[in-house]
């Protein structure tokens, strides 16, 4: 087996290899913590063209109807991340430690924290981050091919999501909310942002990849 053999079959077991217990990997999981810390209080503004809607109907157009800006936080794709970068395990194991710090530390969460912050609308989408880094943490482990990358954002995603949906409206119930509530706030957090969640995790896990490539060469 030639030299170059060799490397490029360490490259690939370097890959789907994950973090290993040490000092430099604790450093690693508690920079992911903080990674998410920061994303949650992070606001992107996305622009781009669309097409819209009056376009069908005949309306009479200007240049600002084809331009879209959508405020993004970008949660979701560092949940990704940190499940693509760290692995499974100590991916899960980042993410736990955020939870923990915002229900029993510091208010790391997008409205504060503390025990009670259980009983907040969104709190569904921060558990989901857990099965949905495992799920994505287990397509993953078989390589970081395309099709993997796919759909493990996809997955890791739609978990997210559907566990926040679902816990939303078990919180509403409780606070006895009306239909139109539930539908305004499914709308303003589960619809087109689905979209943008699922780009840019996709982005997130293929740029993970490489830098566990690059992370081995130091460790």
């Known amino acids: ?14 890959e789907i290899d994950g973090i290993r217990l040490s000092l430099s990997g604790i450093i690693l999981v508690v920079f992911c913590t903080f990674l998410l810390i920061l994303s949650t209080f992070l ?24 331009i879209f800006t959508y405020r993004f936080i970008p949660q979701i794709p560092v949940v990704m991340f940190i499940a693509a970068f760290l692995g499974r395990k100590y991916g899960i194991s980042s993410i736990l430690l955020y939870i ?25 989408y921060i558990a989901g981050y857990i099965p949905a880094a495992f799920f994505a943490g287990s397509i993953l482990k078989s390589g970081y091919s395309n099709r993997n ?8 995603v739609l978990t ?3 566990i926040g949906i679902f816990y939303m409206m078990f919180i509403a119930s409780l ?17 087109i942002k689905i979209i943008y969640d699922f780009i840019f995790s996709f982005a997130a896990i293929f740029l993970a990849k490489y830098l566990r490539i690059i992370l081995w060469f130091f460790m």
């Open 160 to 162: 997210i999501h559907i």
């Open 43 to 66: 606001m992107l503004n996305i622009t781009h063209f669309i097409i819209p809607a009056g376009l069908f109907h005949g309306e009479k157009l200007v240049l600002k109807d084809f």
């Open 175 to 191: 606070k006895h909310e009306d239909l139109a509530f539930i539908a305004n706030w499914i709308n303003a957090q589960s619809s």
């Open 100 to 124: 923990l710090l915002g229900l029993f530390v510091i208010p790391v969460f997008a409205l504060g924290g503390g025990l009670k912050y259980i009983f907040e609308y969104g709190f569904g």
């Open 149 to 156: 990358i796919v759909h493990a954002a996809l997955v890791g």
């Open 1 to 14: 087996m030639s030299n170059k053999t060799v490397q490029n079959v360490k490259i690939i077991k370097r």
